[in-house]
């Protein structure tokens, strides 16, 4: 049973950075692709990023040289590390999993579990 649990959001000036974790309290996440979404308020989640159960990542154009996915499997820990980070930043970030798909998958409802979502603030 997937269990997903963030941490690490916050407030953070303008230029910082911030890592988030996901922890699969089911133990289970090296089965599983680690997307990472975001959602301003009034508007729809949006694709930030993706590792691969083999570790290759996929990346949201404006997400490139700024953010950073990666995975622990022995911790069963996947994480998003944001730096340069500007105050359009600010959302609720959120991890999911995906265990097969065919492509990419950039849509929420391509993904089967999430967590609970964590608030980044960047501050101008």
């Known amino acids: 049973q997937v269990q997903l649990l963030q941490s690490g959001g916050g407030l953070v000036q303008a230029g910082g950075s911030l890592k988030l974790s996901c922890v699969d309290a089911?133990?289970?996440?090296?089965?599983?692709?680690v997307g990472w979404f975001r959602q301003a308020p009034g508007k729809g989640r949006e694709f930030v990023g993706l590792?691969?159960?083999?570790?290759?990542?996929s990346y949201a154009d404006f997400a490139k040289g700024r953010f950073y996915v990666s995975r622990d499997n022995a911790k069963n820990t996947g994480y998003l590390q944001m730096n340069s980070l500007k105050p359009e930043d600010t959302a609720v970030y959120y991890c999911?999993?995906?265990?097969?798909?065919?492509?990419?998958?950039?849509?929420?409802?391509?993904?089967?579990?999430w967590g609970q979502g964590t608030q980044v603030t960047v501050s101008s």
């Open positions: 089911g133990r289970t996440l090296s089965s599983y692709a």
């Open positions: 590792v691969w159960s083999g570790g290759s990542t």
């Open positions: 999911a999993v995906v265990s097969t798909f065919q492509g990419i998958p950039l849509l929420p409802g391509d993904y089967e579990y």
